[in-house]
């Protein structure tokens, strides 16, 4: 029996990426396909309804909601009911009695409800916003576990391979022992390379299960998208305004928020003014007759630095908070970007000089199988540029899932969602 060829495992390992391994070469562990018609897409939002993230958003833009209500209220504040009842039953008992009742409503002062309105509907674009810029970074982790998954499914294909391989050189060699052509120390090598080569296989399982199962807590999902290699043509940025990222734009309506925050305390100086109308029964004693009246009041509470300026102090802080906020965030942007995109740039050059140092020992273990075979080379040579060969494929294999990730990390640093 001949060996089987070593570039075979060259061919699982590229096959894993583009997805087309050939029926006699699947690893002994399958690596999980999506159903068909499953993205990326698909597998972020699975991930974004578990997240919880997703709840706190939801809870945010009701808050808001709440808010908007709020400030669209007739009323400054709640009415109230105001009961009161005087009797001198206790005392002298001559009958006397006062009965009052009346509705208090608290109203806006001048220009206070619009700055309200204002105010929640700014509320309500920095809850959309900070929504968006949580779905992100979800995104950024489905990304992340995507890509690591990959390239253990990679390597772990591709020391599967690799196994195989060894097995049908030990198996070969132990055929031509017992023929007497090669001697039992051979043998003994080749056995020890074939055990070696398990236990690396049994290491890149296990890690390949551990970013299986982080996948599958992430996502919910059993499986995951086609593993695709990614294409050069999609490596140049998106055009995507700097502003368009969510957490910028999560800062600037921060900003916003603040400001009309600040207009709202400026234009409510005091307490909003109440109006009440009573209606009140008094009655002077025992068989005389009761008397009647309507009554409207108004209560204007005044307005003090005790009361004014802490409320002001705060709104000043919440802005110059924010407003910092959004400056520092936007050079970590920029620095985010620059480095993603020199990321991008440093896995293509890897991933072209890996490309063709496998090539390279990928021909040379070739040119020492066949001189392996017509019996030339020794098995320590044969050996030792299996295990190069193989290891650069593997390396090959990380590396295509390394571009893959780069290339995700910049549409992350642009804001941009699967």
């Known amino acids: 029996m001949k060996p089987v060829p070593w570039f075979v495992s060259c061919a699982i390992a590229g096959s894993v990426l583009v997805g087309a391994a050939p029926a006699f070469a699947q690893p002994p562990h399958p690596s999980p396909v999506a159903p068909a018609g499953t993205t990326l897409r698909q597998a972020f939002e699975a991930a974004w309804q578990r997240a919880v993230q997703s709840r706190e958003s939801e809870a945010q833009t009701e808050r808001a909601r709440a808010e908007q209500t709020a400030a669209g209220s007739l009323w400054a504040a709640p009415p109230a009911v105001e009961l009161n009842h005087l009797s001198d039953r206790v005392h002298s008992n001559a009958g006397r009695k006062e009965t009052e009742i009346g509705i208090v409503w608290p109203l806006w002062l001048p220009g206070q409800r619009g700055a309200r309105g204002v105010a929640a509907d700014a509320e309500m674009k920095l809850a959309h916003a900070q929504t968006q810029a949580a779905r992100l970074r979800v995104a950024g982790l489905v990304r992340e576990a995507f890509w690591k998954l990959s390239a253990a499914q990679a390597e772990a294909a591709s020391t599967a391979a690799q196994t195989r391989y060894l097995q049908g050189i030990a198996s070969d060699v132990q055929r031509r022992v017992q023929a007497g052509d090669m001697a039992r120390a051979d043998a ?179 040119l020492i199988g066949a001189s392996f075979r017509a019996g030339e080379t020794s098995l320590s040579d044969l050996l030792r540029a299996a295990n190069a060969a193989a290891q650069s494929d593997a390396a090959l294999a990380r590396q295509q899932a390394a571009l893959g990730l780069a290339q995700a990390q910049l549409q992350q640093a642009l804001g941009i969602l699967p």
């Open 188 to 366: 003994l090598s080749a056995r020890a390379e074939l055990l070696e080569a398990g236990s690396i296989q049994g290491e890149a399982d296990q890690r390949r299960l551990a970013a299986l199962a982080q996948w599958r807590t992430l996502t919910g999902m059993e499986s995951m998208p086609q593993l695709l290699a990614p294409s050069r043509a999609g490596l140049a940025d998106p055009a995507l305004p700097a502003d368009e990222h969510p957490e910028l734009r999560v800062a600037e309506q921060a900003v916003e928020r603040a400001l009309k925050r600040l207009d709202a305390v400026n234009l409510s100086r005091r307490d909003p003014p109440e109006l009440s109308v009573k209606y009140r029964e008094e009655s002077p004693g025992y068989g005389e007759a009761p008397q009647r009246g309507i009554g409207i009041g108004l209560r204007i509470p005044f307005g003090t630095d005790g009361r004014n300026a802490p409320l002001q102090a705060a709104a000043l802080g919440e802005l110059d908070v924010a407003q910092a906020t959004q400056q520092r965030l936007r050079e970590r942007h920029e620095a985010d970007l620059a480095l993603a995109r020199g990321a991008l740039q440093s896995a293509v050059r890897q991933l072209d000089d890996t490309r063709d140092r496998a090539g390279l020992l990928r021909e040379r273990a070739e």
